[in-house]
């Protein structure tokens, strides 16, 4: 492994005659860093720490490679209060902890992920890859996470699965763990808070305890649950502290039966908003709050809370969209041959997909740069890593039919390119760059199909009608899609992107198509909205029993809508043509592509 130094004087500010920080602390000498993620303690740096002319000196002398390269940036005390800033491919990330002797107990993270976290002296010199990631042992724990894991692979194995009678076995299977995980997980969780109340690991117990809607414990367990976890997270800080209470608020707030203690664990978060508390997390405290109010009737305090929220989300937006994307994309000087053939990139994400950031920024700095008729842009979220609200059957669909499994991924004109990656936000430009290369290479072959593309919108009405002319070998696999598009979607997920373009809401008419038989031919599919939104929050509500949403938000305002059609070639699943109507700017708009 490779070591990697960082020298960084850090002054203490000390009233004359006291002792210096490490003198007082007895600090010198090297420690760990690590922080606890669920049950999975993340041995993440090795910083040694002297004392040079009455002030703290920090060197970084190991950190875990796979968590990507790591450098100290500073570290400072306050009185007791140590705070240590790591930049990595995250961006920068914050410890905070009260001074211990050999240990500190702490928070680390940054504004949408703290996690509990510990600074402990060690004779280590370096962190090899196996001593990279550790398991807190807790066999009750450990069990309980083999029966939930093993019902969802049953289920993930049946979705992969063509064959009938082997899907209906794995099915059945699935079934079966799910009755198992119902009978036995909830009393070994149940196990975990009572018998090891001072490990991190009550967090990810209790928590999966709390989001088991199905199960049904008294009011007075609930209490009891919540006084733990609360109590657990004060050895590890304030700010892990006010986490810990939104996030009890925002479970709670899911339970039909806990709406009052929801309320509580809310307004505690709330006093912890202070003037200096990042303007992302009073919106998540205010939020949880707000929901609270909403279910209780509280109209004059919640009128107050949403007002804040909007105030608070609108200067939120102008600094996101200010800085992003975050580099300059050059403009597009025109195609070299004579073309009017539409490209079509399709991307495939996910709000809670970290390595996607590069991949979705790129993304959207081509959608500044090329104009419909030359490339449309579709954007299709999946359940990747996790529960993404803006997933739909439709995009699920559209992922089998291309048999992408991760994300990002990605496909131009139908062709899904070997992936590639994504990565941090400093990578956007560099898959910017790559994207736009393939799509200008694809701008000069020429179009082998014109299409007309109209659509209206009255109410929630949208009426579409494509016409299709001069289709080469016409049949079965040769078919015309019609592609609801949501321009812009607010929502801040797991990877803090806080808007997302060209969101695939739904396929009118069906995500399989409609079979192209005649050179020559027109088809119409019609598109109620609030049926559509209906249809949503139905499929949103389903998913979430098996697998809970992280936040409440489900931005399905519908607006900025635009309709694509695709002419695609599903034997080889080239798209042949692609136009792209606006329903943002009046009645109705027509797009011909010859």
């Known amino acids: 492994m490779s070591r990697v130094t960082w020298l960084l004087c850090v002054g203490v500010a000390i009233m004359a005659g006291a002792p210096t920080f490490a003198a007082e602390r007895g600090l010198e000498g090297t420690y760990e860093l690590s922080f606890f993620a669920g049950s999975t303690e993340v041995h993440l740096a090795l910083i040694h720490f002297e004392t040079k ?26 009185g007791k209060a140590l705070r240590i800033k790591v930049k990595g491919p995250r961006g920068e990330q914050v410890f905070e902890g009260k001074l211990g002797s050999d240990k500190t107990l702490g928070s680390f993270g940054d504004e949408s992920s703290i996690y509990p976290a510990q600074l ?24 309980a996470q083999q029966l939930s894991s093993k019902r969802f692979q049953l289920r993930s194995q049946a979705s992969r699965e063509q064959d009938k009678e082997k899907k209906a076995e794995l099915l059945k299977k699935a079934d079966e763990a799910d009755k198992v995980a119902e009978k036995e997980v909830p009393g070994l969780y149940r196990e975990v808070l009572e018998k090891h109340a001072d490990s991190p690991a009550v ?40 986490d810990i ?24 978060a709330e006093k912890s908003i202070a003037h200096d508390t990042p303007a992302e997390f009073q919106v998540r405290v205010l939020k949880a709050l707000a929901k609270v109010l909403r279910k209780s009737n509280q109209a004059s305090e919640l009128k107050d809370v949403d007002s804040r929220i909007a105030k608070l989300d609108a200067a ?8 992003m994307p975050p580099f300059k994309p050059a403009g597009f000087p025109g195609r070299k041959a004579k073309s009017d053939r539409v490209i079509v990139m399709e991307l495939f994400t996910g709000a809670q997909c970290p390595p996607c950031v590069a991949a979705d920024a790129a993304f959207d700095g081509l959608e500044k ?38 994300t990002p991924s990605t496909a131009f004109n139908g062709k899904v390119k070997p992936r590639t990656g994504g990565g941090p936000l400093s990578n956007a ?50 078919r015309l899609r019609f592609v609801l598009v949501e321009e812009a979607v607010r929502y801040v997920g797991g990877n803090r992107l806080r808007f997302h373009h060209q969101v695939v809401r739904a396929f009118p008419g069906g995500v399989e198509g409609i079979p192209l038989k005649q050179k020559d031919s027109q088809h119409t599919a019609t598109v109620d909205v609030n049926t559509l939104r209906k249809d949503l929050v139905k499929y949103l509500d389903e ?15 519908l607006k900025n809508l635009k309709v694509v059609v695709l002419v695609q070639d599903d034997d080889s699943k080239e798209i042949l043509q692609a136009a792209e109507v606006d329903l943002g700017g009046g009645p109705g708009h027509q797009v011909t592509i010859r």
Do not use: C
């Open 429 to 478: 430009e560099n898959k910017y760059r790559e994207y736009r290369d393939i799509i200008e290479s694809l701008l000069e072959d020429p179009a082998s199909v014109h299409l007309t593309a109209t659509a209206h919108r009255q109410g929630d009405q949208i009426k579409i009608k494509a016409d299709v002319a001069g289709l080469p070998e016409p049949g079965d696999t040769k």
């Open 120 to 143: 402990a002296k060690t004779d280590l010199t370096e962190i090899s890859a196996a001593q990279g990631f550790s398991s807190v042992n807790l066999p009750a724990l450990t069990k």
């Open 316 to 323: 939120l937006d102008r600094e996101y969209l200010a800085k």
């Open 53 to 78: 002319d009455g002030k703290l000196v920090g060197n970084l002398v190991g950190h875990n490679t796979r968590m990507g390269d790591l450098k100290l940036s500073s570290a400072t005390q306050d």
């Open 543 to 557: 998913s979430a029993k098996d697998r809970p949403y992280p936040n409440p938000d489900r931005p399905l305002d």
């Open 369 to 406: 740069v090329f104009k419909p008729m030359d490339v449309v842009l579709l954007q299709y979220h999946l359940h990747i890593p996790g529960p993404d609200p803006l997933t739909n059957p439709d995009t699920v669909a559209r992922a089998k039919f291309y048999k992408v499994s991760s």
């Open 245 to 268: 209470n939104t996030q009890l608020a925002e479970i709670l707030g899911n339970r039909d039966d806990s709406n009052n203690l929801a309320l509580e664990y809310a307004k505690k």
């Open 203 to 242: 967090f990810q117990a209790g928590f999966n305890l709390l989001k088991d809607t199905k199960y049904k414990p008294a009011s007075d367990d609930v209490r009891k649950w919540t006084g733990v976890i609360a109590n657990a997270a004060n050895a590890y800080g304030t700010r892990y502290e006010a």
